[in-house]
């Protein structure tokens, strides 16, 4: 299924009216205060987040899952639906592909059938954490870090052929989140076990193409629950350093313990010029892998702030993977991705909207009060008209989630698809 542009602008349409007034009222407010929105409004429409190949088809739990319908059954038919993401949203515009659920048959097809749909390649994502039928070696005990050297050229062997596929593909990453660990006490060694971790990677990070980076994702636990190898983000930062400089920390808004401030890991890495990219979620425990923005908005804001703030106060660019990393166990798969994509989108603006002059003077001088009221002012500004005209000026739509229903998008994918569809990989 796609969706046409005069579609598209058939149902903005109506909407283009009380969209206009509502752009006007927050740019002559914006404008007051110095703000460039023409500039806002560009920096939108250049932001890109990746929709990962697996989050299309819906979610579940180790107790179940409840089927939608009209899932995508093959690599194609995956990119085609982050295709009429794209086309709604205007932001959508990369995919991030696991192997090997997904492997493409035909290389050259692939990337022409994405590039049809203005979709790119964003980063690879190695698979150790569970065993594929024709494997030989099993990973129930790790995989980089196994204790069995046979084991660790298993998994290596695999994030270099991950490598391989990506390049053909156009990909100028690979992630790498590992399950390793233990659950039980005595169970691992824990520096031999990060040591035959270092070292695994340091093969892998040998194979990358000279224009190619490594992510290292961490999580304190799961499905290890006493022990994991890269159980934090000095885990990763340590093994980033190691291994040189192409090497950088993923962060996972969900792989965090409660109440961990991420806003601060995310300044310490941007100051160590080692952040590589996020994997935006949301979450009320740990890795509830729910909405973006759905639990702790704020959160998302203050993380925003901090990559805002390192951009300018450093005067670096960030060439940074943003992807959503989400399970979808309740909600229509698509219009979750949506919703994610547009509550990042409001953070990022509501980031580059602070008086960053105001906030360093109030900062430098210790005036807690008004540095609080600085950036919760931000906060409470309605952006999303800004979201809107980023989309009209690309040619999507107004308000997505509108668009998706009026369209019945889903009822579209079931008639063509099957009520008993299944996505690929998990």
Known sequence: MRLSNDLIQDINRPDINDHKNSFDQISS????????????????????????SWALGQGGTRFGRFLTGGEPRTLEEKIEDIGLLHALNGSSGAVSLHIPWDIPENVDAIKTFATDLS?????????????????K???????????????RKQAIDHNIEVIRQGD?????????????????????????????????????YDALPADWKVLVEYKPFEPSFYSTVINDWGASFNLANKLGDKAFTLVDLGHHLPNANIEQIVALLLFEGKLGGFHFNDSKYADDDLTAGSIKP???????NELVEGMHHMDKK??????????????????????SVEAIKMAYVQSLIIDRKKLWECQESNDVVMAQEIIQDAFRTDVRPLLAEARLQTNAAIDPISAFRKIDVRKSLIRERGMKSVSSGL
């Open 168 to 204: 053909a593909l156009g990909s100028k990453a690979l992630t790498v989140w590992l399950a390793d660990g233990s659950c039980f006490p005595g169970q691992q060694n824990f520096k031999k076990a990060f040591q035959r971790t270092y070292e695994s990677l340091a093969e892998i």
């Open 298 to 304: 704020y959160q998302l804001f203050l993380i925003f």
């Open 29 to 52: 407010k914006l404008s007051k205060k110095g703000i460039d929105t023409p500039d806002i409004i560009e920096k939108l429409k250049a932001f890109q987040i990746a929709i990962p």
């Open 318 to 339: 960030f060439d940074l993977a943003w992807m959503i990393d989400a399970s979808h166990n309740l909600k229509d798969p698509l219009e979750d991705l949506l919703q």
């Open 119 to 135: 979709i790119k390649f964003d980063a690879v994502n190695s698979n150790t954490f569970q065993d594929q039928p024709d494997q």
């Open 137 to 151: 070696l099993s990973y129930k005990y790790g995989s980089l870090s196994h204790t069995d050297p046979n084991v």
